[in-house]
């Protein structure tokens, strides 16, 4: 296939193939990070109760609207209202409760002064209460209800849950959620030149960064790593490390190298002609090469190339959306557009998605490093915190000139 695809048409295909995942019901302990697949809603009214915003003297408004300073409003103190009581002291008029942040206000009263607002403060007797400033009714009372009531939704379905989304499942009563199941993934590296990382390196060998790489992606990505290999360049290698995979029930299967045109490509060796994958030339770089489709089993299988920079764009491109979507999550990422703090070459008639440092208080991006977008800068990657994105007409970026910049790389 000679013509080049565009993004969005091998996004598509992918796209297309995507199945959701099943799901499982997991205790909050270890919900984090997890993609709810069921909205949660509240078991009960938040705040379940009436209560003190203050710590201070629960009164009726009326017994102190013509406090002062110069004239203070004295209430009598019936009763102490810790947190966590459960009485409801009755008030008469002119009496008042010493009461504390979250406990329940009484039935009878209708604002809360705060301790600084009383002559005596904390140390105000247990008899009487000196109120220097009246207080509107409501004040410092938090309504029943009047965060979420019950059966509202508190986190939609969708929502990746982080600690926030956490703690208000648990205010809303909850103590398990409904989530999707992590994608089971398969990475592997293909290369008979590559070594484990720390490994001594002969004539020829470079260690296997791509694995490290994509380990590291998918599991941010909320997949579950099931394999990671690496495997020499021929096609029996592929077939036998692909049965591997389906034993352990992988979903997706990511190969990194081994899908180009070159003489020993064994991904493209072991699949290529059997109809089930497909091999295609998009046109973006880095990452033109690509492969995917799906096995009789179901699962998926990416081939990505082989450089490290092609491997982080073509798995921010086409797999992270593609794991995003078999857990019910939003696939697409914000785009931010930034001026160019420099200026850069580009490739004719291709999307760049370049390795790019931003600065957020200028409003500018400019290069990771001056290699530009060369797939093989794995070093220079460290660098990288955002991707510049470049559409294919455009012929070269000015310094100055708006970019699309997504962030997160």
Same mark, same amino acid.
């Given at each position: ?18 199945? $959701?995942?099943?799901?499982?019901? !997991?205790?909050? /302990? &270890?919900?984090?990070?997890? =993609?709810? *697949?069921?909205?949660? %809603?509240? +078991? ?118 982080? $600690?926030?989304?956490?703690?208000? !499942?648990?205010? /809303? &009563?909850?103590?398990?959620? =409904?989530? *999707?199941?992590?994608? %089971?993934? +398969? ?223």
């Amino acid at each position: 296939m000679s013509a080049l695809r565009s993004v969005e048409e091998q996004q598509a295909r992918v796209r297309a193939a995507v199945r $959701a995942v099943g799901t499982e019901s !997991v205790p909050l /302990a &270890g919900a984090a990070g997890r =993609v709810l *697949a069921e909205p949660v %809603r509240a +078991a009960a009214d938040l705040p379940p109760f009436d209560n003190s915003a203050m710590d201070g003297f629960a009164v009726r408004a009326a017994d102190v609207a013509a406090a002062s300073a110069a004239s203070p409003a004295v209430v009598r103190v019936v009763a102490d209202l810790p947190a966590g009581t459960a009485d409801d002291p009755s008030l008469a008029p002119g009496e008042a409760a010493r009461i504390m942040t979250g406990a329940p206000t009484p039935s009878d009263a209708d604002a809360v002064v705060p301790f600084e607002d009383t002559a005596g403060g904390l140390a105000d007797s247990l008899e009487t209460a000196h109120v220097l400033r009246a207080p509107a009714p409501g004040a410092a009372i938090r309504r029943r209800g009047s965060d979420v009531r019950a059966g509202e939704i508190v986190v939609p379905a969708g929502t990746v849950l982080g $600690a926030y989304q956490l703690a208000a !499942v648990a205010a /809303a &009563g909850h103590h398990t959620v =409904v989530v *999707a199941r992590r994608p %089971r993934v +398969a990475v592997v590296s293909t290369g008979s030149e590559l070594v484990a990382p720390g490994e001594p390196i002969g004539r020829g060998q470079i260690p296997d960064s791509n694995g490290t790489l994509l380990a590291a992606l998918v599991t941010d990505a909320g997949g579950e790593l099931v394999l990671v290999e690496r495997v020499a360049d021929t096609a029996d290698a592929v077939a036998a490390v692909v049965a591997r995979a389906l034993d352990a029930r992988a979903d997706v299967l990511v190969f990194s190298g081994g899908v180009s045109a070159g003489a020993y490509e064994p991904v493209r060796a072991a699949f290529e002609g059997g109809g089930d994958i497909e091999f295609a030339k998009v046109a973006m770089q880095p990452g033109k090469p690509q492969a995917f489709g799906t096995l009789p089993s179901g699962a998926l299988v990416f081939g990505l190339p082989g450089n490290p920079v092609s491997v982080a764009v073509s798995f921010e491109v086409f797999v992270r959306p593609a794991l995003a979507a078999m857990q019910g999550r939003d696939p697409q990422r914000a785009l931010v557009p930034l001026r160019a703090a420099t200026g850069w070459r580009t490739p004719p008639g291709r999307r760049q998605y370049l390795p790019a440092v931003v600065d957020l208080a200028a409003g500018t991006v400019a290069p990771a490093t001056a290699g530009g977008s060369g797939s093989h800068l794995a070093g220079s990657l460290a660098r990288a915190t955002a991707w510049a994105i470049v559409p294919a007409e455009v012929e070269a970026v000015a310094a100055g000139d708006v970019v699309d910049v997504m962030l997160g790389a």
